[in-house]
């Protein structure tokens, strides 16, 4: 049976020899955390063997996740153990950070409900974009106002007519559109509930 990598997974092939003792275990990658686990000795003076990497990528719900368990480790905040596979990448691997949210973006797999911004967010956020979001393909948008092109039907009367339709979405896009209309229709029932003194 063939595996089918994912883009996260290709990017682990890509970092997996800067991050030391990197090794694969049934559902996880184990490495030395470069967060708090970046000398050659622990705290005790010792060398690091591999055995005692405390770093893992795991993954949870299709998502790819970074985990250290050292409880003193800097990868960990107030609200979060650990960080996303995408947070990972900006901390620590800038060039492969900026590859993976284009080709995360190109499928669209960013932006809201993702675990990963938008090519453009990240641009802006280096200063390395103006205020024009990244084209791809070799077709520009066209801007919203200006006059489309009407095609002549005298010539031809019984040509097919052109739709064009609309951009495909993501599954994330479309499960952010409906969550958005379900909170409309609570409210709107909330209204129609006060309204009729419940």
Known sequence: M???NTIEEEFM????????????????????????QNGTKDKKGKPYAPSDGKGYFYKKFRTWNFICHLSGCHSRTQ??????????????????????????????????QTNCPTLGTVL????????QP????????????????????ASSPNCPRITTLPPIRSPQQQAGQQSHLNYLMKQREQRRRERQGW
Do not use: M, W
């Open 79 to 112: 609200k979060t153990d650990g960080k996303t596979f995408e947070k990972f990448l900006a901390d620590h691997f800038p060039k492969q950070h900026l590859e993976y949210v284009r080709r995360r973006d190109e499928l669209g797999l960013t932006g809201y």
């Open 134 to 153: 990244p084209q791809f393909g070799s077709h520009p948008r066209k801007p919203k106002n200006s006059p489309q092109k009407k095609i002549s039907t």
């Open 124 to 131: 802006k956020s280096k200063d390395i974009l103006g205020n």
């Open 2 to 4: 063939k595996h089918n």
């Open 13 to 36: 092939n890509q970092i997996s020899g800067d991050l030391r003792f990197f090794r694969r275990q049934s559902n996880a990658y184990n490495f030395l955390c470069p967060y708090c």
